[in-house]
């Protein structure tokens, strides 16, 4: 007889799921001829006793008695082109070595009841980070892990930043990877967790942080399996007052990305999950169009966009992480025509009435505004990634580096700091590098894109790049190392280019300039949450001049106040009374000034000695202005 049908109904959910005395199984296979679940409680071979169930909806599901928590197993398909193993798609863990078999996990956690509430999208600065090279104390061994990130949690709530957000963290097939090829979408990638043999010492420090915040500790059965490892990051985060963001790839699956591993594995996952054989069209998943070395998902078909849909939610749910960055949505709306634009309207209209609080934020090039608007006009994100503003920052820097006083586009740099089409400054995420810019062998980063590295004229123009960033409208992201000057490019092949790891060693060993640079950072993101104007809505170019190198805007909180205004200036050397239109007369401080930070505390600073008076001279559009000294390469803030 095949496998029973106890507490099995409509809404009993996908994939392995622990019930009273067993588990129930349910995968989708609209063309297999049999399923069979495999497993040492209903046996290792297919059988009659383990064959599952279809349904009128094409899914497959029984009730196995017996199953318990960790237990391995694989679904056995026959199908009209081959019959063998297939890995479940909604697997949670999967065991090692790739392709390891299916781990039946139970959702318990010990979560901490700390009253973290993710933030307003206005307070959101945020971290892009890598977890496989982020940080790698254990590099002979293995690459960086959830654990390992973890144990920089207290650095990065020093830093200031208010959202990790984690690379692609799903399993991949290759060796290595940036993380866009994954085959599992949810089953955390094995690599980045630790074995348990080795947990001891992870275990410890994770049971440091929380003894920090007077919260209970980890059992010894807590952190077992990658599952509870990334569980216990997010835990860990939200503990320290850090939202967890996660890089998810919606528009393809597979893709060899390292250049020297095995394509995605097509035995056991889901592409021809059914066995029909034949080419690449007879798979239930997938379109015909090829992207990125993968396939792109078929968004017409009802059950790969609930099998999405349910894959955000479960991660909301089952990991409490605070949103999402959607790779390449402009793939899923151009080569999932006619049916991808629909789908994220589905899939954000979802999520937004399920996690109302979560951000949902779209990658899409070229930049479409109608992203962020709402349905049906719109595709209903909170917010998109800009490159405008990014790509003048990198491009002032660039020219700045030239040994001359060429004029340079200080106007435009002005016009880019607000995208055309948004109506909110926390719909666009901008920021000077990321994941792709300064991939290895591709663009220069910020601290060796101003001249030669740790040069005076490369680190101020490294304050000046980050501080834009800082203070101009949008949520700002940093990328891993920026924040103390790192100038290689990355990569996530670590076996093959650890030169190119973060330079962690220089900033414990107390390298000036990386602490100095460190500092700066730290306290120009402190500067964002006692000065509410640098969070608000309201941002106008006051002054920009090709010539003279200069570019002045004023920030505010449109209806209450909080006026601050930032002055950059990229001139090879100081300008003293530079005026300057002010939104007010009388005394304004001068709050922040990256001058001070070359060699903290810059013996030789230039700057306004901490405040200046603007007078009722008309200037820029204002009824006051002040004169100015302007340090070279250098960002100054005005405030009340």
Not at 434 to 441: E, G, I, K, P, T
Not at 455 to 480: D, K, Y
Request: aromatic share 10%.
């Amino acid at each position: 007889m095949p496998a029973s049908l106890d507490h099995v109904h409509p809404g009993t959910p996908m994939g392995a799921n622990l019930r009273a005395g067993g588990a129930t199984f349910r995968v989708w296979g609209p063309r297999a001829r049999a399923v069979h679940v495999l497993c040492d409680a209903a046996g290792l071979d297919p059988t009659d006793d383990n064959l599952l169930t279809k349904d009128d909806h094409d899914h497959w599901r029984g009730f196995v008695p017996g199953v318990q928590d960790r237990d391995l197993y694989l679904f056995h398909v026959v199908g009209a082109g081959s019959a063998g193993p297939k890995r479940d798609p909604y697997a949670r863990e999967l065991e090692t070595p790739f392709p390891g078999r299916c781990v039946v996990r139970s959702g318990d956690f010990p979560w901490h009841d700390t009253g973290y509430v993710t933030p307003h999208f206005d307070d959101l600065v945020l971290y892009q980070l890598h977890v496989g090279v982020f940080f790698t104390p254990h590099l002979s061994g293995r690459a960086g892990t959830f654990l390992d990130v973890a144990r920089k949690i207290p650095y990065l709530r020093d830093l200031g930043v208010t959202a990790v957000q984690l690379m692609p963290i799903q399993e991949f097939g290759t060796m290595s990877s940036k993380g866009y090829n994954g085959t599992d979408l949810f089953s955390p990638e094995m690599d980045f967790g630790v074995p348990d043999a080795a947990l001891g010492p992870y275990r410890d420090d994770a049971n440091a942080l929380l003894d920090a915040k007077g919260l209970a500790r980890y059992g010894p059965d807590d952190l077992r399996g990658e599952m509870n490892q990334l569980k216990a990051l997010v835990d860990l985060c939200h503990a320290y007052g850090l939202a967890v963001i996660l890089d998810v790839v919606f528009n393809h699956a597979g893709g060899d990305w390292d250049g020297g591993g095995r394509p995605v594995e097509k035995i056991e996952g889901i592409y021809d999950w059914d066995r029909r054989g034949g080419d690449k069209a007879h798979t239930p998943y997938f379109s015909t169009v090829g992207h990125a070395g993968g396939l792109v998902f078929d968004f017409a078909r009802p059950e790969v966009r609930d099998f999405l849909i349910q894959n955000a939610k479960f991660f909301l749910d089952e990991y409490r992480v605070d949103g999402f960055r959607y790779d390449q949505v402009s793939v899923i709306d151009h080569d999932g025509r006619p049916h991808g634009w629909k789908f994220l309207q589905d899939l954000t209209g979802t999520l937004n009435h399920h996690r109302p609080r979560a951000l949902d934020l779209a990658e899409y090039w070229d930049v479409n505004p109608y992203v962020v608007k709402r349905p049906p006009e719109g595709a209903g994100f909170d917010a998109s990634l800009t490159d405008g503003l990014r790509n003048l920052i990198r491009e002032v820097i660039a020219e700045a580096r030239n040994p001359d006083d060429r004029p340079l586009p200080m106007a435009r740099l002005g016009e880019a700091m607000w995208p055309g089409g948004f109506s909110h400054h926390a719909q666009f995420v901008q920021g000077p590098e990321n994941h792709d810019l300064v991939y290895r062998d591709r663009l220069d980063r910020v601290a060796r894109l101003g001249g030669e590295p740790r040069s005076w004229w490369a680190t101020s123009r490294a304050r000046v790049a980050t501080g834009i960033s800082l203070t101009a409208p949008g949520i700002p992201m940093l990328f891993m190392g920026q924040e103390f000057l790192e100038d290689k490019q990355w990569a996530d092949d670590w076996k093959n280019h650890p030169g190119l790891l973060l330079h962690w060693a220089g900033l414990d060993a107390g390298d000036r300039q990386m602490a100095d640079h460190l500092r700066f950072t730290r306290e120009l993101i402190g500067l964002r949450w006692r000065h509410g104007g640098l969070r608000g809505n309201g941002c106008r170019v006051v002054h920009a001049d090709d010539r003279d190198r200069v570019l002045a805007f004023h920030r505010w909180v449109p209806g209450v106040g909080d006026d601050v205004l930032v002055v950059v200036h990229l001139g090879v050397g100081h300008r003293y009374d530079y005026r300057i239109g002010f939104p007010g007369g009388g005394e304004w401080r001068e709050v922040f000034n990256s001058d001070v930070y070359e060699n903290w505390v810059n013996p030789h600073v230039a700057g306004n000695g901490g405040r200046v008076r603007a007078d009722p001279s008309p200037l820029h559009g204002f009824d006051h202005s002040a004169g100015l000294v302007l340090p070279a390469n250098s960002v100054l803030v005005f405030a009340r």
